[in-house]
T-cell receptor, first 116, second 114 residues
Framework: KAGVTQTPRYLIKTRGQQVTLSCSPI?????VSWYQQTPGQGLQFLFE???????NKGNFPGRFSGRQFSNSRSEMNVSTLELGDSALYLC???????????????FGPGTRLTVL | TQLLEQSPQFLSIQEGENLTVYCNSS?????LQWYRQEPGEGPVLLVT?????EVKKLKRLTFQFGDARKDSSLHITAAQPGDTGLYLC??????????????FGTGTLLAVQP
């Protein structure tokens, strides 16, 4: 079974621009979560989508947004890029079961975003 | 705010040595996952522990979930260079509702010298 794929793998942008990252989850998985990883802050949760609805959101500014399509693929968008947005952006997919269920998450290789 | 502290932050050992990594919190988690991450790649899931006191073994790796579900440990026996990487614990709390949000630990960078 194919794993989680993320595109592009590398991206260089300048301050003020916007960027869209894409994630294709494992077939059959309905939940997609996004994380930001930086050397200083580690891995931080951005948001989670389940069945095209945002189910949870982390403590990030409104410049960070996302969406999920009917085929469970997800995109995240960062507008008005800042230098501090340089990071590895990771997508994780899981079955997305209901309350009380343990959902193992599987990560993609990430998109390395550099903001100049 | 739920936090997970890992110790040690860095560990450099010789091949064949044993080691233990700790993951501690003041909060209760419904489950805890351990990942290993290599440079430039995403974290790879090693194990999920759910029950307080649970012990799981994966070849030379032994994982334990604390009785109170606030802490966990990872023990590696006879470490090999292939074990080198960043080890991350991540907790999940589903008591408040369905969620896949993971709270990640601070990470332990392990280097095993041949």
């Amino acid at each position: 079974k194919a794993g989680v794929t993320q595109t592009p793998r590398y991206l260089i942008k300048t301050r003020g621009q916007q960027v869209t990252l894409s994630c294709s989850p494992i077939s059959g998985h309905r939940s997609v979560s996004w994380y930001q990883q930086t050397p200083g802050q580690g891995l931080q949760f951005l948001f989670e989508y389940f069945s095209e609805t945002q189910r949870n959101k982390g403590n990030f500014p409104g410049r960070f947004s996302g969406r999920q399509f009917s085929n469970s693929r997800s995109e995240m968008n960062v507008s008005t890029l800042e230098l501090g947005d340089s990071a590895l952006y990771l997508c994780a997919s899981s079955l997305g079961l209901g309350v009380g269920d343990v959902n193992e998450q599987f990560f993609g290789p990430g998109t390395r975003l550099t903001v100049l | 705010t739920q936090l997970l502290e890992q110790s040690p932050q860095f560990l450099s050992i010789q091949e064949g040595e044993n080691l233990t990594v700790y993951c501690n919190s003041s909060s209760v988690f419904s489950s805890l996952q351990w990942y290993r991450q290599e440079p430039g790649e995403g974290p790879v899931l090693l194990v999920t522990v759910v029950t307080g006191g649970e012990v799981k073994k994966l070849k030379r790796l032994t994982f334990q979930f604390g009785d109170a579900r606030k802490d966990s440990s990872l023990h590696i026996t006879a470490a090999q260079p292939g074990d080198t990487g960043l080890y991350l614990c991540a907790g999940s709390n589903i008591y408040g509702g369905a969620t896949n949000k993971l709270i990640f630990g601070t990470g332990t960078l392990l280097a095993v010298q041949p």
